[in-house]
């Protein structure tokens, strides 16, 4: 599986989303252009002593990661989408797009891939949204589990 940030916004949780894919050796992909630097300290504390050991990607935009990489299996991850992400069926090559912090995925991009959009739900009506590295956590897990399972 690979991890796509799409514009990511805020370094500590760009930080530990790098912390999670090193720990499941999941390649992470950086969509330009990102709300940060790539030697930033908050993104490195929360990266802590893992950023070395990280498959890092970074791509100039996302017409580049997707003259390269548009071929495999995307799946894109919205409060706005229908589908839960628990009927998703992932597979090792797969790609999974979060957007980014305060704006989420573009519209237009959502628009073209409503079958492959998918959301964590939200129980209660007072929270908006879940932190970017805690949804990659949870999408990135159940992705391992089904692989494991196959």
């Known amino acids: 599986m690979n991890v796509v940030l799409y514009q990511p916004e805020i370094p500590p949780n ?26 930033d300290k908050h993104l490195k504390r929360a990266g802590l002593d893992y950023w070395p050991h990280l498959d890092l990607h970074l791509h100039a935009s996302w017409d580049a990661f997707t003259s390269r990489h548009g071929d495999a299996p995307i799946f894109y991850f919205s409060k706005k989408a229908t589908q839960l992400y628990t009927s998703a069926r992932f597979a090792s090559g797969d790609f999974l797009v979060f957007g980014p912090e305060t704006r989420g995925i573009p519209e ?11 959301r964590i739900p939200i129980k209660s009506p007072h929270v908006r949204s879940l932190n970017l590295a805690n949804a990659v956590a949870i999408v990135l897990y159940e992705g391992l589990r089904q692989i494991a399972e196959t």
């Open 14 to 39: 760009t930080g530990s989303v790098g912390r999670l894919c090193a720990a499941t050796d999941t390649p992470l992909h950086l969509i330009q252009p990102l709300g940060f630097q790539l030697d």
């Open 108 to 118: 237009d991009l959502l628009a073209k891939n409503p079958a492959t959009t998918y």
